[in-house]
């Protein structure tokens, strides 16, 4: 039987450099419960290193955790990988570094903090994770598929960072599934101003990067229960998955 299920798919951590200190996998797991989302998804900027950490704090919960990334591509676009398993978001993470220039200053992007289930620092992250991988986002996108991931357009609505506002438009056969509206465009406006992607799933996340903002933008997904799989078949519009309105 298929149900409602809340989902926020892109949520940071306190590694993420705009992210708030206070982004601790305990604190994300508490407002996740008490905001009633069933799947989430932990996106931090090009490195998946906070993610087993929410998943064990997220255990006890009624919550499935996806590990993911948000990895920022030569052209500066913001593109979400998420996977059923930790290991493919470390596989990913490996291809990620192997392309990523700089090394962080805190004093300008903030701290990068890498930390356990009792939300304890184990390392603060010396890479430039707000930085551009040196992959141009097709192949960003093929290998997120390779790995059996999802590959998620984010935020094509806003200004920057956005495969739109980089490209003015989303190249045919890229192979997205699904494409992302932030809280500042309404399903209306998304309607109009994106008509041409109309065949194109689009899902709402909340980009929280603090804790009050975990969400506050989010979908309702049809599904039999809260899983990867389940997940890309809403994508899909598959067997009766579909991914609803904003909830």
Known sequence: MLRRIRADLHVHTCLSPCGDLRMSPRKIAEQVSKRKIGILGICDHN??????????????????VLPGLEICTREEIHVLAL???????????????????????PDVFGL??????????????ERLLIGAVDLPV?????????????????????ESFSVISQLGFIPPGLGFDALELSSHITQDGARERFARYADCTFVRNSDAHFPDDIGTNTC??????????????????AGGRMVCEGA
Not at 52 to 58: G, L, P
Not at 83 to 105: M, P
Not at 112 to 125: G, I, S, T
Request: proline share 1%; charged share 30%; glycine share 4%.
């Open 112 to 125: 990068q903090v890498v930390a356990d289930d009792n939300d304890e620092v184990l390392a603060l992250e």
């Open 138 to 158: 097709d192949e960003v996108v093929r290998e997120i598929h390779r790995l059996g991931g999802a590959a998620i357009a984010a935020h094509i609505d806003r």
């Open 83 to 105: 996977f059923e398993h930790i290991s493919q978001a470390f596989a990913l993470q490996s291809t990620v570094y192997d392309h990523l220039a700089g090394k962080n200053d």
């Open 220 to 237: 309702e997904y049809l599904l039999e229960k809260p899983t990867f799989d389940e997940m890309v078949k809403a994508f899909r519009r």
């Open 47 to 64: 490195s998946a290193e906070n993610v087993r950490a929410v998943v064990k704090t997220a255990g006890d919960r009624d919550v499935t």
